[in-house]
């Protein structure tokens, strides 16, 4: 069965994050200040189990669909990459917020399902009946010749692989551990019941770097930072802000959990920290 519920959890915070984004159900712009909060209370609920469901691995999660994003139907909604940016669907904002968004989708829990060319930030409509509605084809040359859409599919992929080598990504147990609607920082903490595997997911929708920012981690010692979206950004981003691949847990506890580490968090981005290195 499918659940939209983080579908509308996250259009909602992006419309939040953009100053200027198309409503989620109307075709009228809101204007909202890029210093205002993003509530993410709605997503991190959003990201547990629905109710109805016995198992996290039955529910499908999506952000796009082919009724949400259908030409003919009038209750169409913007696809990803139009949410971040209703301006401009290749601008940083919307390149940076869709690798959040997608980053989300990829390390919730339940079944994560695509749309066609959302794994490449396509931006177009589509219809079954490409001959009346104009410009709704996949434009698979621009992996060739839009940069953007290159990148984006090569964190597509590569983030693919950190959920498949890490079963902790395709588990049932999620902890959203810290929320920040003012630093607009959400975080959660995915494991295997009485094996372990954890994963540290931190995701901003902050448009500046965070240095030195204090979060909670389930485990002292060492945690490797396996996988950073700001990378993405014209790869290899030369000027990318992480945490060199590592990070030392050694302060106090935070977050309700038992200890505690100064990471970096770069503009608009999502990481992933691991306990051990990716599982073949």
Same mark, same amino acid.
């Not at 919730?108 to 794994?119: H, R, T, V």
């Not at 040359?141 to 090569?154: K, S």
């Not at 979206?229 to 060199?244: K, L, R």
């Given at each position: ?179 920040? #609607? &003012?630093?607009? $920082?959400? @975080?959660?903490?995915?494991? !295997? ?7 540290? *997911? +931190? ?39 992480? #945490? &060199?691949?590592? $990070?030392? @847990?050694?302060?106090?506890? !935070? ?7 100064? *990471? +970096? ?16």
């Amino acid at each position: 069965m499918r659940s939209n519920r983080l579908l509308r959890a996250t259009a909602t915070a992006l419309v939040a994050a953009t100053l200027a984004a198309p409503a989620a159900a109307a075709s009228t712009t809101v204007e909202i200040d890029r210093a205002s909060d993003v509530n993410f209370d709605a997503l991190a609920n959003s990201l547990y189990r629905p109710y109805s469901f016995s198992a996290a691995w039955k529910a499908v999660q999506f952000l796009e669909n082919h009724d949400l994003l259908h030409a003919d139907h009038e209750d169409r909604q913007p696809r990803i990459a139009a949410l971040g940016d209703s301006t401009n669907s290749r601008s940083w904002y919307a390149r940076s917020r869709a690798r959040v968004a997608t980053g989300l989708l990829l390390t919730a829990p339940g079944i994560p399902m695509l749309f066609m060319g959302q794994e490449f930030l396509e931006d177009k409509f589509w219809s079954d009946n490409p001959a009346f509605f104009k410009d709704t084809l996949i434009w698979w040359d621009g992996l060739q010749l839009d940069r953007a859409m290159g990148d984006h599919v090569r964190f597509t992929q590569e983030l693919t692989w950190v959920r498949r080598r890490q079963p902790a990504l395709r588990g049932e147990n999620i902890d959203v551990f810290h929320i920040h #609607n &003012g630093n607009r $920082i959400i @975080a959660f903490h995915r494991w !295997l019941e009485n094996v372990g595997q954890d994963v540290v *997911i +931190v995701a901003s929708l902050k448009e500046s770097t965070f240095y030195d920012y204090q979060l909670g981690f389930p485990g002292s010692g060492s945690w490797l930072e396996i996988f950073n979206s700001d990378i993405y950004d014209h790869w290899v981003n030369p000027n990318g802000a992480g #945490n &060199g691949g590592q $990070i030392a @847990a050694q302060g106090p506890p !935070l977050h309700g959990l038992p200890r505690s580490a100064k *990471i +970096v968090i770069p503009a608009n981005a999502i990481l992933v920290f691991a306990r051990n290195a990716v599982n073949e």
